[in-house]
């Protein structure tokens, strides 16, 4: 039997691919097991059935802070305790999704011949894919763009696996979840696992005006809660079951730029209007905005230029084009073929094991 080591960790985009492809596993009896830390990696990972390892970790910062020296004896340790977990598990494979944790375990892979494979979801490569690379035998990535960055190293063009689930959506039943009407247009605005502030506050200025139009879906984010009541308006501050049921009924969808859920979307053609995360980021999402709009996915408001006048426009541009841009995302592929891509090259890296 074959037996695959799993990491990644941070946010919940460096889980979810991982999560994406458990039936698939399972349906060819590979054994598999997740290493991280306790962040947010070990709460999916353990709800979605997985066997879950801890080891320490410290965080990879761009910028000086003197937690950076207390972390690298986190780091160090994390090694060691890698080490230890891979001798006893001894799996064939170790498959990264990236993220701080990602680093002390592809090491430890490394240094006991456990070939690394790792998955890369934004067009420009994070710290952790950086400092991992020269440790796998493979990379994978989703952006056409992303190649030029992954010199030196195989890589191949796969796209992002996507749950089975979201394919399973059902428009009335997102209706009765929501207290709405399956007929009338339905706005959803998501700004990710942790929310989006901006959004939250310059949808907050909009929403009388909106709900006169829409059905509004509001993904807030844990503990941003607005003070806004409407029967044209749900709030909810996180949702993991039934989320196929709300993209289901979504018209037209707002939402940051992370990988996962422009690939998501991409593969239910929903029109979106992207607002990347730009303010005290290092950018990626920028530029995975980009890299839709220039393939006529997606219309792009800037988080610099988000006010409630630029977002009721952008809105509204992007509800004109919404028919047009579905034409484009259904012509693209509803990636469905992601998984045969990714396991036809893990088989191939098995085999020169």
Request: aromatic share 10%; glycine share 8%.
């Amino acid at each position: 039997m074959v037996k695959v080591a799993l990491t990644g960790g941070g946010t919940a985009g460096h889980v979810m691919p991982h999560i994406a492809l458990l039936p698939q596993y399972r349906k060819l009896g590979w054994e598999v097991f997740y290493i991280g830390s306790r962040g947010i990696e070990k709460e999916l990972a353990t709800k979605a059935g997985l066997t879950f390892y801890t080891i320490q970790t410290g965080k990879l910062r761009r910028y000086f802070s003197v937690e950076n020296f207390v972390d690298i004896f986190r780091l160090v340790i994390g090694i060691f305790q890698a080490l230890f977990l891979l001798f006893r598990k001894r799996p064939d494979l170790v498959f990264s999704k990236g993220g701080f944790v990602s680093v002390p375990v592809a090491l430890a892979a490394w240094v006991l011949r456990i070939p690394v494979v790792s998955h890369e979801s934004d067009l420009t490569p994070g710290l952790a894919n950086r400092l991992i690379k020269p440790f796998c035998r493979l990379i994978f990535y989703c952006f056409p763009e992303t190649e030029k960055y992954l010199t030196g190293v195989r890589s191949v063009a796969a796209g992002i696996p996507v749950r089975e689930q979201l394919l399973r959506g059902d428009r009335e039943q997102g209706a009765r979840l929501c207290g709405f009407d399956a007929t009338r247009p339905t706005l959803l605005v998501m700004g990710g696992s942790s929310g989006a502030e901006r959004i939250n506050a310059a949808l907050r200025t909009l929403l009388p005006e909106l709900v006169t139009t829409w059905q509004i879906i509001h993904l807030t984010g844990k503990g941003k809660a607005i003070d806004f009541k409407h029967p044209s308006y749900a709030p909810f501050e996180y949702v993991n079951e039934g989320l196929e049921h709300l993209f289901a009924l979504a018209d037209l969808v707002v939402t940051r730029a992370g990988a996962n859920s422009l690939f998501e979307l991409k593969a239910l053609a929903k029109p979106m209007l992207l607002i990347p995360l730009e303010i005290a980021s290092r950018g990626d999402q920028v530029d995975n905005a980009k890299s839709f709009a220039a393939q006529g996915w997606a219309q792009v408001l800037r988080e610099t230029d988000l006010t409630p006048d630029t977002l009721r426009a952008a809105i509204e541009k992007t509800r004109a084009e919404a028919p047009a841009i579905q034409e484009r995302l259904r012509k693209s592929g509803s990636g469905e073929g992601i998984a045969k891509v990714i396991f036809d090259y893990l088989h191939k890296v098995l085999e020169l094991k």
